[in-house]
T-cell receptor
Framework: ETGVTQTPRHLVMGMTNKKSLKCEQH?????MYWYKQSAKKPLELMFV???????ENNSVPSRFSPECPNSSHLFLHLHTLQPEDSALYLC??????????????FGPGTRLTVL | GESVGLHLPTLSVQEGDNSIINCAYS??????FIWYKQESGKGPQFIID?????DKRQGQRVTVLLNKTVKHLSLQIAATQPGDSAVYFC?????????????FGKGTHLIIQP
């Protein structure tokens, strides 16, 4: 395994529900990421956290709300989602220092279905 | 806008043959490139990476080539095995990124035929 875990692995929710996705990394990294993977589309970067501060938000709708309480944990809070939000949501972590990019380690993803 | 793309959505090769998966990128400011493999039901798994100050890097059975002149990246897999069947993605990160997200291509599905 990659050292990045995600729960739940599968989630089915209605459009009026509120749920949260959880990610935990055991690699000592200081940057964490949320990506969305839809069928037949490239992985889309949603949010980047470095040292627990959000450094990037790629015009993601406000119905997605990230939270990074510490360098090991990342959450994605979901509310009033749309069916088109159904996708695989991937968490990743990496080192992130000195202006150099490093490989990102991905979790297994949460398969989200919005009814 | 800037994008990373792949030339072929599906590549079928015979077991034991060499595979070459290609990727084109358009952001000339990118200085870090990476290949991932994704098997069904799993997250992307790191294969190999390369920085823009290099044009070739080798790993175990894999080689990445970077041609900055034409903004082209390729992944060569030697002596492909059934376990190599997966979707392969290239990705890039721009210079000075630090903790930057990656920009991914669409992926090539590599099929290994017995």
């Amino acid at each position: 395994e990659t050292g990045v875990t995600q729960t739940p692995r599968h989630l089915v929710m209605g459009m009026t529900n509120k749920k949260s996705l959880k990610c935990e990394q055991h690699l000592g990294h200081n940057a964490m990421y949320w990506y969305k993977q839809s069928a037949k589309k490239p992985l889309e970067l949603m949010f980047v956290y470095s040292l627990e501060e959000r450094v990037e938000n790629n015009s993601v709708p406000s119905r997605f709300s990230p939270e990074c309480p510490n360098s090991s944990h990342l959450f994605l809070h979901l509310h009033t989602l749309q069916p088109e939000d159904s996708a695989l949501y991937l968490c990743a972590s990496s080192q992130g220092r000195g202006g150099r990019a490093y490989e990102q380690f991905f979790g297994p993803g949460t398969r989200l279905t919005v009814l | 806008g800037e994008s990373v793309g792949l030339h072929l959505p599906t590549l079928s090769v015979q077991e034991g043959d060499n595979s070459i998966i290609n990727c084109a990128y358009s952001n000339s400011a990118s200085d870090y490139f990476i290949w991932y493999k994704q098997e069904s039901g799993k997250g992307p798994q790191f294969i190999i990476d390369i920085r823009s100050n290099m044009d070739k890097r080798q790993g175990q059975r894999v080689t990445v080539l970077l041609n900055k002149t034409v903004k082209h990246l390729s992944l060569q897999i030697a002596a492909t095995q059934p376990g190599d069947s997966a979707v392969y993605f290239c990705a890039e990160s721009k210079a000075g990124g630090g903790a930057d997200g990656l920009t991914f291509g669409k992926g090539t599905h590599l099929i290994i035929q017995p």
